[in-house]
């Protein structure tokens, strides 16, 4: 049981490059999110999906897109990188909607943006 | 967006001290959560709290929920070098999907 896996660990980018993160979480959980963590700044939502086939926009959605592409997975893709996008990045699972199910979360990747 | 405000952003204390960190909001949420993060790793859950005024322990760690809802604190007691990283709380809403985080606690323990 991994629970909540992310790849890569690391990656550089330069300005204009795409590239997707992966996460997949293997608890039969309903729901996923994707967060950035900045210094100073705690972890910001960019993106939810509270079940398979659906999702919706967090507190810092712009420049990012989002697939569930099942139960387990939900990746985020920046189509155009650029600097200010330089951040950890973690994905977390919860069994439900509501917050009195506790989220677990991946070990992060850290990316930046040249 | 909201980001709730977390006191002291850092501390260092020696080995065997208590420690009191505390997390403030304007908004009600109805739920709190501290989460831990080691270096390198995602947050893991310390502890949640429920209902308001609720205290909660979990080993040397106890957290409450203030009656006003607006606010939390976690102490830990007979700090040990393991704690050394950054804490962070957390409000929810209870239906809402969504945590809003704080800034976060870094502590350091020196021998």
């Known amino acids: 049981n991994a629970g909540v896996t992310q790849t890569p660990k690391f990656q550089v980018l330069k300005t204009g490059q795409s590239m997707t993160l992966q996460c997949a979480q293997d608890?039969?959980?309903?729901?996923m999110y994707w967060y950035r963590q900045d210094p100073g700044m705690g972890l910001r939502l960019i993106y939810y999906?509270?079940?398979?086939?659906?999702?919706d926009k967090g507190e810092v959605p712009n420049g990012y897109n989002v697939s569930r592409l099942n139960k387990r997975e939900f990746s985020l893709r920046l189509e155009s990188a650029a600097p200010s996008q330089t951040s950890v990045y973690f994905c977390?699972?919860?069994?439900?909607?509501?917050?009195?199910?506790?989220?677990?979360f991946g070990p992060g990747t850290r990316l930046t943006v040249l | 967006g909201q980001q709730l405000n977390q006191s002291p952003q850092s501390m260092f204390i020696q080995e065997g001290e208590d420690v009191s960190m505390n997390c403030t909001s304007s908004s009600i949420f109805n739920t709190w959560l501290w989460y831990k993060q080691d270096p390198g790793e995602g947050p893991v859950l310390l502890i949640a709290?429920?209902?308001?005024?609720e205290l909660t322990s979990n080993g040397r760690l106890t957290a409450q929920f203030g009656i006003t809802r607006k606010d939390s604190f976690l102490n830990i007691s007979a700090s040990i070098p393991s704690d050394v990283g950054i804490y962070f709380c957390?409000?929810?809403?209870?239906?809402?999907?969504?945590?809003?985080f704080g800034t976060g606690t870094r502590l350091q323990v020196t021998l």
């Open positions: 999906s509270a079940s398979e086939g659906t999702t």
């Open positions: 608890m039969n959980h309903n729901s």
């Open positions: 957390a409000g929810g809403t209870g239906t809402a999907s969504k945590l809003t």
């Open positions: 977390a699972s919860r069994q439900g909607l509501s917050s009195y199910n506790e989220q677990f």
């Open positions: 709290l429920y209902k308001a005024g």
